[in-house]
């Protein structure tokens, strides 16, 4: 078993911030010393973790009858 797990992709995304997150944002990241990216891919993985409401619709969501991907077009639309 390897020691080193192959990293996850990258996937490029453009978003727009309030101008107080994207100064927040800036100053984090002076303070912990680490890229904006690192810091929005941490946020964006504990924030769902942390949110009672986001478990029980990811549940339900995925206790459904597992075919909600089969039914997606090629947009995520169902088709």
């Known amino acids: 078993m390897a020691f080193l797990n192959k990293p996850p992709e990258n996937a490029s995304r453009s978003l727009q911030l309030a101008k ?37 619709w990811k549940t339900t969501r995925d206790g459904s009858d597992g075919n909600d991907k089969k039914r997606q077009g090629a947009y995520g639309k169902p088709s």
């Open 20 to 56: 107080p997150v994207s100064e927040l944002l800036d100053n984090y990241c002076k303070f912990v010393d680490c890229t904006p990216d690192y810091v929005a891919n941490f946020a964006i993985r504990k924030t769902p973790a942390r949110d009672p409401e986001y478990k029980n």
